[in-house]
């Protein structure tokens, strides 16, 4: 497979999962880009290893991850709230605010307990390949998830009250 292959038969699906990381289909586009160029420079690398796809959606996620150590933390965001990159709910009026409220409470995750929710539950991967993903034990990954659902639920329970 070439580069040029995989960045047709994948570029879309790595965008959807940027999206879910960062919430804002712009910083998607941004780290997906990036990480791209990466790939290319490193094609050979990449296409040896056992799953092209796994191993690009790792780059993806620690490029995520260092999100703070580059150029991204001094990029202005001029809106507070995510763009409608999520599919259109049913046109409920608190569906919208529902799916607002939800993307504030996982902006504020930190990013490794984020990437993990998005890998478990929008993903839908076992805990060994998000492991592998993030480059971290299964026990690491499953503390992670944990401590997001945990702080998720910690932000409904003080909302409901």
């Not at 620690?62 to 709230?81: H, K, P, T, Y």
């Not at 998005?118 to 993030?134: F, G, K, S, T």
């Not at 971290?136 to 003080?158: D, M, N």
């Amino acid at each position: 497979m070439t580069y040029e292959e995989f960045a047709d038969a994948r570029l879309a699906a790595l965008l959807r999962y940027a999206v879910m990381l960062t919430g804002d289909p712009h910083q998607a586009q941004d780290l997906v880009q990036e990480t791209m160029v990466r790939v290319q420079l490193n094609w050979r690398r990449v296409a040896r290893s056992d799953v092209p796809e796994r191993y690009v959606r790792r780059m993806l996620t620690n490029q995520f991850i260092d999100w703070r150590r580059g150029s991204w933390a001094r990029r202005v965001l001029l809106r507070g709230e995510p763009d409608e990159a999520v599919p259109a709910p049913t046109d409920h009026a608190q569906s919208a605010v529902d799916r607002d409220q939800v993307w504030s409470w996982l902006s504020r995750l930190p990013r490794r307990q984020r990437a993990t929710l998005v890998l478990r539950y929008y993903e839908d991967l076992p805990d060994a390949e998000i492991a592998e993903i993030l480059g971290c034990a299964v026990g690491t990954v499953r503390s992670c998830i944990s401590r997001a659902l945990a702080t998720l639920r910690a932000e409904y329970v003080e909302v409901c009250s």
